[in-house]
């Protein structure tokens, strides 16, 4: 019997032994593959083509800077860095969002804990987006007085772009700004509502630079932001002053997903006709990126691994917007349709 029971013990601790192993051994794996070194190995040609590209020019002090957002958490996943650095350098920081936000249906559902948001939960996310936005943005270092909230709808912009008369979101049921917070409450969903809040956004910020989406993005509410924006700074003459940035680069972008800090920003397929530059990032803020995104509390409750990969080494702004727009819109259900974030 006590033989038995010896044997049952040393195999017992065999078994442990064996376990331990194993889990040490899939840690080192893990951290092995997760390496600069390995992931630079798995995407060799890609890193190469980021690293020879030129670096963007620093933001400089005095300088006036103004993000054009379509939903919040874009002005922290395109350039929640360089907006750090720009602040860092003594600059005026800038953000509006056009949309709230209040489109995505599922994440209303998680928030109001049922399968069937009603259109009052939908608002009710948007809000709470624009509080998120708001934090975030005073994580970067911007305050709160540059802030602006257009609250025109979610999943309905391209539509907007494309139509004279007004038009009612797909998701809240309104036709008009619902938002106490916004601009202008209470104002007709339409173009010219739209060119008129954004423009006299622009016209009271005087930016020396626009950080605005690229026509080339997947999504149609990024589209149609980038359309809106072009089209007032040619009314302006500012055509010069645009930076153009994509978060919705296509399926899986951007690779690998997670934190990978001293990994570089790839870029995505649907840039690669681009004309890029590399903005490197400190580590501060690089930090202050990743608590920026963690701000956007709901967002990274359902997208975390997603949005972490925005946090490498370098952004990716491209001086010149050379997509075609309407390609963009039709190729959007060919990237897994509209994503709303």
């Known amino acids: 019997m006590r033989s038995q029971g010896n044997r049952r013990r040393f195999g017992k601790r065999r078994r442990d032994w064996v376990l331990g192993l194993a ?42 800077v103004l993000v054009v957002s379509p939903h919040p958490d874009d002005e922290s996943l395109c350039c929640g860095g360089i907006i750090a650095g720009a602040v860092r350098a ?10 709230s936000g209040d489109g995505f249906e599922l994440n209303s559902a998680l928030l109001d804990r049922t399968l069937r948001p009603r259109r009052t939960a939908t608002q009710k996310l948007g809000r ?41 979101s797909p998701h809240t049921g309104a036709v008009h700004v619902p938002y106490a917070r916004a601009l202008s409450p209470g104002a007709l969903y339409t173009a010219s509502n739209l060119s008129r809040d954004l423009g006299d956004v622009l016209d009271r910020v005087q930016p020396d630079l626009v950080l605005l989406p690229s026509s080339s993005d997947a999504h149609r509410d990024h589209i149609a932001t980038s359309l809106f924006t072009q089209h007032l700074l040619r009314q302006r003459g500012w055509s010069s002053r645009a930076r153009y940035w994509i978060v919705h680069g296509g399926v899986e972008w951007p690779v690998p997903k997670g934190l990978h800090m001293t990994f570089p920003l790839l870029i995505s397929p649907r840039g690669f006709h681009l004309a890029w530059q590399r903005a490197d990032l400190e580590q501060q803020d690089q930090i202050l990126k990743l608590e920026a995104l963690k701000a956007h509390r709901s967002q990274m409750m359902l997208m975390r691994r997603f949005m972490e990969a925005f946090v490498r080494e370098n952004e990716l702004i491209t001086l010149q917007e050379t997509g075609d727009p309407v390609d963009g819109a039709r190729s959007e ?8 974030f």
């Open 128 to 168: 709470r987006r624009m509080d998120e936005a708001a934090a975030a943005a005073a994580t970067l270092g911007i305050p709160a007085t540059h802030l602006s909230f257009l609250g025109y709808p979610d999943g309905a912009l391209l539509k907007m772009w494309n139509t004279p008369g007004p038009v009612r």
């Open 90 to 99: 003594g600059a005026q920081v800038s953000v509006v969002w056009v949309t």
């Open 333 to 340: 259900q060919q990237d897994g349709g509209p994503s709303r």
């Open 23 to 64: 889990l040490l051994v899939s840690l080192g794996l893990a951290y092995a593959i997760n390496a600069r070194s390995a992931l630079t190995l798995l995407y060799p040609r890609a890193t190469a083509a980021v690293y020879a590209l030129p670096t963007l020019p620093p933001i400089r002090a005095g300088q006036s």
